[in-house]
């Protein structure tokens, strides 16, 4: 009985306490404090890109994870503090007895920097991060129901504020969350709506100054709130999975397009396109983008794409390797999109068929004031000179940053400088005449 009884409390993976004992016990420790008069944290805490690495190392790889994400956290607390395991990879930690606000905020900053460090699974090393919502008793909410929503509606705000950090609540956020959850509602139907429409960013060449390329961006028109940009919503759509639909949607409206620029006799330039990491771990991703370049006649007449994934392919297994070694062989490019963002390992980027670095646009915005971004730009310019990959520079935004660029050696540039996403009307003017730009 006394067995069946732990079962039922605690979680089989990490012998964590479970949702259910987390429920009781935070009530219990709401009771006592409010006896004492006393103040209490509770913290939700949410891994970050848990589900890509699960999918690409796979579930056992992800458990032991899990456990060991477990075994850390009950290393950050002390005897009196409770950790549990809410389910997939979210965990929370009840701060009792806590004097000042500041004792959370020291907890956070150590949970961070000890769930950062670096694990081995399977001989391959892993980083990974998370992001954390704090709230308080008894300024957020005087009940456990509460207390626990103004947390989780802090968490949001941390993975919104770019992830591996915390936020603690705020009367905002509660606002904040309710919008979170209207948009992914909306999302749910925006493809079947035909409410996503396609940017284009156009790219420069820094040796002849003239259009070589353009990056697709997606965009959503909303029918109530207008278009909306995807820092908003790509987030929710990588969370829930709709990421996948949603790119592949991308990569067909794109492939559409430049068999329609071909049709009108004009020579389609070459078109980034993002692809998300779930999207690469699809058993099916070969034959469905093999079908799509089939169906828009790209495979006959050239492909004229260039597939960007972000630096997290760096982390992905050897049947991951193989599949982008398959859609090389259609004749597509690949780069590495936001390129210094991420935990890049050289020696695993040397054995990937990449063809081009992106450098991410925060190396980019304070080039003229900040050394130590000049010298991170400088230093992937050279790492891909050095490995004879193309290096393109994201959000060029004055002309003292492309002259920088160019000067270092970087071969192409896009930013609102020379040329700001454009639909594909104003974009089939570019391709009918020669587009350069002038710097001094």
Not at 19 to 42: G, M, P, W
Not at 74 to 91: I, N, T
Not at 142 to 162: P, T, V
Not at 407 to 430: H, I, K, M, S, Y
């Amino acid at each position: 009985e006394q067995r069946l009884n732990h079962l039922a409390h605690h979680d089989v993976l990490t012998g964590l306490p479970n949702r259910l004992f987390f429920s009781v016990s935070l009530t219990q420790a709401l009771e006592r404090a409010k006896r004492y008069h006393q103040n209490l944290a509770l913290l939700f805490i949410d891994l970050d890109r848990f589900k890509f690495i699960n999918d690409t190392l796979g579930h056992a790889a992800g458990d032991l994870l899990l456990e060991t994400v477990a075994t850390r956290l009950k290393q950050c607390v002390r005897s009196g503090d409770s950790v549990a395991r809410l389910g997939g990879d979210e965990f929370t930690i009840t701060l009792s007895e806590m004097t000042h606000r500041d004792d959370a905020a020291t907890l956070c900053k150590k949970v961070l920097h000890t769930i950062s460090q670096p694990m081995f699974i399977d001989i391959q090393e892993v980083v990974i991060s998370a992001s954390i919502g704090v709230s308080l008793f008894p300024q957020d909410a005087s009940c456990a129901e509460d207390l626990a929503k103004a947390a989780d509606a802090a968490m949001y705000r941390a993975k919104e504020q770019g992830r591996d950090s915390y936020q603690f609540y705020s009367a905002d956020l509660m606002d904040r969350a309710k919008e979170h959850l209207s948009l992914e509602q909306g999302l749910r139907q925006a493809l079947a709506k035909n409410e996503f429409v396609l940017y284009y960013q156009p790219q420069f060449s820094l040796t002849t100054h003239k259009m070589v390329g353009v990056e697709a961006l997606i965009r959503w028109q909303h029918p109530h709130l207008g278009l909306i940009s995807p820092t908003k919503f790509i987030p929710i759509a990588e969370e829930t999975g709709l990421i996948e639909p949603i790119g592949e949607w991308v990569l067909e409206s794109v492939c559409q397009q430049i068999g329609l620029w071909r049709a009108a006799g004009l020579t389609p330039p070459r078109v980034g396109v993002n692809i998300s990491g779930r999207q690469i771990m699809r058993e099916n991703i070969v034959a469905t983008i093999q079908h799509i370049f089939e169906k828009h006649g790209l495979k006959e007449h050239g492909v004229h794409i260039e597939l960007e994934l972000t630096e997290s392919v760096l982390q992905i297994a050897e049947c991951s390797i193989a599949v982008l070694h398959q859609l090389k062989s259609f004749g597509v490019t690949l780069a590495i999109d936001d390129f210094g963002t991420g935990y890049s390992s050289l020696s695993r980027l040397k054995h990937l068929p990449i063809d081009t670095l992106k450098i991410d646009r925060s190396f980019v915005s304070d080039i003229a004031q900040g050394a130590d971004d000049g010298a991170i730009a400088t230093a992937v310019i050279a790492m891909g000179r050095s490995l004879s990959l193309k290096v393109v520079a994201e959000g060029a935004e004055t002309e003292e940053q492309v002259n920088f660029l160019r000067d270092q050696g970087c071969n192409e540039v896009q930013g609102f400088f020379l040329g700001r996403p454009v639909a594909v009307a104003e974009v089939t003017p570019l391709l009918t005449h020669a587009t350069a730009y002038t710097v001094h």
